[in-house]
C-alpha cells in the first residue's frame, strides 16, 4: 500500500472525542453544632438579660435627671434659650437674608423682646397701683361678708374662734419657721436674677451664632448618621418655634377674651389678671383652670358670688374656644399630642422640676416624638413606632 492512500484513509476516519470529565460531588458541609444549654438561654435568662438592659437605662435616666437637677439654673437657661431661639428662628433667618448682619439681627430681636416684657410689665404694675386702694376696700368689705356668712351656718362659730384664727395667722407671720422660709425665697430670687442674666447671655450666642454652633456639633457624624442627625435637629428647631408660636397665639386670645370679660364685668385688675391668664395658658390642662379660678376669687371677693360666676362662665367660654377652634389650627397635627400623653408628661415634669418642669415637659415631649417620626428618614418613623395594618 502506498504511503499517499494509507494517509487518504486515516484522514477519512472520523476524529474520536475525548470522554466527559467525571464531575465532582459536592460534599455536604458538616452539622452546625447544637448550640450549648446555658442559664441565659432559656426564655428566663433572655428576661433577665432585658431587665439588666432595662435597669441600665433607668440608671443612666436617673443620673442624667440628678445632674439636670443639681445644675438646675444652667440646665434651665440652657433649655429656656433654646427655646426662645427656636421661637425667633424665622425672624432671624428673614433678616439675615435680607443681609442684615447677624449681630445686628441679634440686637433688633433681642430690643424688641425686652420692650414687649417692659411695656407688659408697666402696664401691670401701672393698674395695680391705680386699683390697689379700691382693691384692698373691696376685699375688707369681702371678708366682712364672709365672716357674716359664716355666723349663719347651722354650726356655731363665735367671735372668740375667728379672733383665734387671726392670731395663728399672726404668729405663723412673726415665727422664725416663716423667716427661714422668707429667706429661702430671697434666695428663690438671687437664682432667679443668675439664671434670667445667664438665659439672656445664652440666647443671645444662640440667635448669634446658631448655624455655626450647630455645624460644630455635627462634626463627629458621618453618612447616615450626620444625616439622621441634621434632620433631628431641624425638626427640634420647628416643633419647638411652632410650639412656642402657636401656644403664644392661643394664649394671647386667651387673654383677651378673659380680659374683655372682666372689663364688662367690671372686675378689678383685668389687665394684670389677662397678663397672669397670658402666662398660665402656656401650663397645658392646669394652667387655664388656675388663672380661671383666681379671676373667680377676685370676682368673688370684690363683685360678689353672682360676678364670680359669670366669670366662671366666661373661663369656660374661652376655654372651649380654645380647644376647639384655635389649637387644631394653630397648633397642627404635627404637635398633637394624646392628652394622657400630656397628662403623664406635665406630672412628670411638675414632679422633676415644680413649675419649670411643668412648662417645659410638654415641647420636649413634642420633640422627642417629632425625633422618632424622622428616625429612619424624611416623614419615615422608627420601624417600631409605624402604624400596622389592623385586620376588620
Known sequence: MSPLRWRRRSTDRPARTPAPAPQAVPIPPPPAPSPVATLWSDGLGRLATRGVQLIVVVAIGVGVVFVFQQLAVVTLALLIALILASAFNP????MRSRGVPSLVA?????LA??????????????????????????????????VA???????????????????????????????????????A???????????????????????????????????????????????????LGSYVRGTATVAAVDAIGVGIGLVILQVPLALPLAVLTF??????????????????????????????????GVVVLVNQLEGNLLQPVLMGRTL?????????????GTLLGGLAGAVLAVPFTAVVWGA???????????????PKAIDV
Open 91 to 94: 425672624a432671624m433667618r428673614f
Open 106 to 110: 441679634t440686637l433688633i430681636t433681642l
Open 113 to 146: 423682646i425686652a420692650a414687649v416684657l417692659s411695656l407688659a410689665v408697666w402696664l401691670v404694675v401701672s393698674q395695680v397701683r391705680s386699683q390697689w386702694d379700691e382693691l384692698a376696700d373691696q376685699a375688707q368689705a369681702g371678708f366682712s361678708d364672709v
Open 149 to 187: 356668712w359664716i355666723n349663719t351656718l347651722p354650726f356655731t362659730v363665735d367671735q372668740a374662734q375667728i379672733d383665734e384664727w387671726i392670731e395663728t395667722g399672726i404668729d405663723f407671720l412673726t415665727s422664725a419657721q416663716f423667716g427661714s422660709g422668707a429667706l429661702a425665697g430671697a434666695g
Open 189 to 239: 430670687v438671687a437664682n432667679f436674677i443668675t439664671g434670667l442674666v445667664l438665659m439672656i447671655v445664652i440666647l443671645f450666642f444662640f440667635l448669634k451664632d446658631g448655624p455655626s454652633l450647630w455645624a460644630f456639633l455635627m462634626r463627629p457624624f458621618e453618612g447616615a448618621q450626620h444625616a439622621r442627625a441634621e434632620r433631628i435637629g431641624n425638626k427640634t428647631v420647628s416643633t
Open 279 to 312: 402666662l398660665l395658658a402656656f401650663i397645658p390642662i392646669v394652667g387655664a383652670t388656675a388663672a380661671g379660678i383666681l379671676a373667680a376669687l377676685v370676682a368673688l371677693v370684690a363683685n360678689g358670688p353672682i360676678t364670680a360666676l359669670l366669670v366662671i
Open 336 to 348: 398633637k399630642l394624646h392628652a394622657f400623653v400630656i397628662l403623664v408628661a406635665l406630672t412628670v
Open 372 to 386: 422618632i417620626q424622622e428616625w429612619e428618614g424624611p416623614g419615615v418613623p422608627a420601624r417600631w413606632a409605624r
